[in-house]
């Protein structure tokens, strides 16, 4: 009798133990999941908090104009597949003072790697530097508080990475209907849905760039793409691609600093660019940037 009694709150009582906990962790109500509390658990701290100020706007769109620029500079008028060093692709970074520290070109051509995109290399190699330059120093392994500029949205590899090492900003200067948007995937608060997701930690800012060149390519390869597919690297090796990017490049040159803090920073990535040699030339991966040797 009373271990038939006992069974009966057994099964009961480990029913009411599981919808209890099931409530608790993520039911289909429950604290961490549901609806009725879908947006109080998750934590707000894992999206982006990227506050520009005037003066950091108009060293965005320095930057976003000069990403266009090192792509222009070593221009490929092939893909990979042809022969080329890489796609016209390409990125730099500035760190948490927006001073430039590093370019870096798509080179998956060159090192028959498809990993190889300007991003990567860019964290990659700076990462690398500051290690074997600073073997000593504690807590240089992120990239809290640089930004990245980049000419295309940033694909899933790439987004990855900038996740991981804290990246604070990326502003990308075309937007890629395909390969893009994996960013705001991340940060997607999905949590409502059955089986849903909180934002992914460590959100990093991301927007097209604030520049006319920006949205003059986003329509023109819409237009493009009618009658021509939807591979955006071919795209990018177009004629009428390349007198963009030579414009942009014209706008980045001829740029003026409007805030005083800015003008040595402007002068410094320009000198910086004007060492930059014209073509592709092969960098060993881990090595400076893709900065001239
Ligand atoms: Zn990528």
């Not at 709150?9 to 608790?24: D, K």
């Not at 694909?155 to 990246?167: V, Y």
């Not at 409007?258 to 030339?281: C, H, M, R, W």
Request: charged content about 15%.
């Amino acid at each position: 009798m009373i271990l038939k009694q006992f069974r009966t709150f057994g099964l009961f009582g480990a029913a009411f133990i599981v919808t209890f906990m099931l409530s608790w962790f993520g039911g289909s109500d429950g604290v961490l999941g549901g609806q009725a509390h879908a947006n109080t658990h998750c934590d707000p701290a894992n999206l982006p908090n990227y506050q520009p100020s005037s003066a950091d706007d108009e060293m965005d769109r320095f930057y976003a104009l000069m990403a266009y620029a090192v792509v222009y500079k070593r221009w490929q008028d092939s893909s990979p597949s042809d022969g080329a060093a890489g796609y016209n692709i390409g990125s730099v970074m500035a760190n948490e003072s927006n001073q430039f520290v590093c370019w870096a070109c798509n080179s998956v051509g060159a090192t028959h790697n498809s990993t190889q995109h300007g991003e990567v290399r860019l964290m990659t190699n700076y990462l690398n530097q500051e290690a074997l330059n600073n073997p000593s120093t504690e807590g240089e392994f992120h990239l809290q508080g640089y930004k990245i500029y980049t000419t295309l949205q940033p694909c899933a590899m790439c987004s990855g990475m900038m996740t991981l090492t804290n990246l604070e900003a990326t502003i990308y200067g075309q937007t890629d209907p395909s390969y893009g948007g994996a960013l705001g995937r991340l940060q997607y608060n999905s949590s409502q849905d059955p089986g849903g997701y909180c934002p992914y930690p460590r959100g990093v800012y991301h927007q097209l760039a604030d520049v006319k060149v920006a949205s003059i390519l986003d329509d023109m390869y819409a237009n493009w793409s009618k009658t021509n597919g939807t591979d955006i690297t071919q795209f990018l090796t177009t004629p009428q691609v390349q007198a963009l990017y030579e414009e942009a490049t014209n706008q980045f040159m001829a740029f003026e600093a409007g805030f005083a803090e800015n003008t040595q920073l402007v002068a410094y990535a320009k000198q910086i660019y004007s060492d930059i040699p014209d073509g592709y030339v092969p960098t060993p991966y881990g090595v400076a940037c893709d900065l001239t040797q």
